[in-house]
């Protein structure tokens, strides 16, 4: 049975780094999701109708009090989606299906949970705040990971940061794969996000691992954890694919 479509409204955009924007939807009808989870949009353009995938930015107590989701979009020369969104001004008017997606937080987790994601894929873990916030607070080790190839890419990092400051369960790791000057004092590393693997001292029956962004990222990341013993129980994955 399909989902049913929701009418949404365009109530703002803002500028999250030099290529990505951040898209608020005022959504009616009674739409709720879980965190980590994504939706459709439906739209126009051109005189044809397409659908494209992102995940929810913002957590479900976020949209509970004002009715709308955040959306991150980066920009892609030649896309459908870019050529819209880039152009467009609040009042925009679309329909919205889903939710959808299985990469969520478990409400309790007596091991280490890893979240590693590339470009707008930290936005599904920034949904997850208050989730992880009481995990956290029950006693879960939580490490977030985000990679990008300059630090101007990078979305959301103050909110981890914070969320990273509030508890000592909780870590953040910034990681560049083609940025010269880092700070170690800031937990900023080079290279590609799952050169850190090696690092973290992963057990294979206590951790549980969320990739999400770049195809080639949760493939390289998913090969490297097989090798370490990881099952697919232990590897929840969201690869995203750009449209053109």
Same mark, same amino acid.
């Given at each position: 049975?399909?989902?049913?479509?929701?009418?949404?409204?365009?109530?703002?955009?803002?500028?999250?780094?030099?290529?990505?924007?951040?898209?608020?939807?005022?959504?009616?009808?009674?739409?709720?999701?879980?965190?980590?989870?994504?939706?459709?949009?439906?739209?126009?353009?051109?005189?044809?109708?397409?659908?494209?995938?992102?995940?929810?930015?913002?957590?479900?107590?976020?949209?509970?009090?004002?009715?709308?989701?955040?959306? #991150?979009?980066?920009?892609?020369?030649?896309?459908?989606?870019?050529?819209?969104?880039?152009?467009?001004?609040?009042?925009?008017?679309?329909?919205?299906?889903?939710?959808?997606?299985?990469?969520?937080?478990?409400?309790?987790?007596?091991?280490?949970?890893?979240?590693?994601?590339?470009?707008?894929?930290?936005?599904?873990?920034? #949904?997850?705040?208050?989730?992880?916030?009481?995990?956290?607070?029950?006693?879960?080790?939580?490490? =977030?990971?985000?990679? =990008?190839?300059?630090?101007?890419?990078?979305?959301?990092?103050?909110?981890?940061?914070?969320?990273?400051?509030?508890?000592?369960?909780?870590?953040?790791?910034?990681?560049?794969?083609?940025?010269?000057?880092?700070? #170690?004092?800031?937990?900023?590393?080079?290279?590609?996000?799952?050169?850190?693997?090696?690092?973290?001292?992963?057990?294979?029956?206590?951790?549980?691992?969320?990739?999400?962004?770049?195809? #080639?990222?949760?493939?390289?990341?998913?090969?490297?954890?097989?090798?370490?013993?990881?099952?697919?129980?232990? =590897?929840?994955?969201?690869?995203? =694919?750009?449209?053109?």
């Amino acid at each position: 049975m399909p989902r049913p479509l929701y009418p949404a409204t365009l109530a703002a955009k803002h500028s999250l780094s030099q290529n990505t924007v951040q898209l608020d939807f005022r959504v009616e009808g009674g739409f709720d999701y879980q965190p980590g989870q994504f939706v459709q949009l439906h739209f126009s353009f051109q005189g044809e109708d397409y659908k494209r995938s992102y995940s929810i930015a913002n957590s479900p107590e976020s949209f509970q009090s004002t009715q709308q989701i955040e959306i #991150a979009i980066s920009f892609v020369e030649g896309g459908i989606a870019s050529s819209l969104f880039s152009e467009a001004e609040p009042g925009l008017e679309l329909s919205i299906g889903g939710p959808f997606g299985i990469l969520t937080a478990p409400e309790q987790y007596n091991g280490r949970i890893i979240l590693a994601g590339t470009g707008t894929g930290l936005a599904p873990y920034r #949904a997850m705040i208050p989730v992880l916030n009481k995990l956290a607070s029950e006693g879960t080790q939580i490490l =977030v990971m985000m990679g =990008v190839r300059h630090k101007a890419d990078m979305i959301y990092e103050q909110d981890f940061r914070d969320l990273a400051a509030s508890s000592e369960a909780i870590e953040y790791r910034a990681c560049y794969s083609r940025e010269q000057s880092l700070d #170690a004092s800031l937990h900023e590393y080079p290279g590609y996000l799952q050169n850190q693997f090696p690092e973290l001292d992963l057990s294979p029956e206590n951790d549980l691992v969320y990739l999400c962004g770049n195809p #080639a990222m949760i493939d390289d990341a998913a090969a490297a954890l097989k090798e370490l013993g990881f099952g697919p129980r232990q =590897v929840k994955r969201e690869k995203y =694919v750009f449209s053109s």
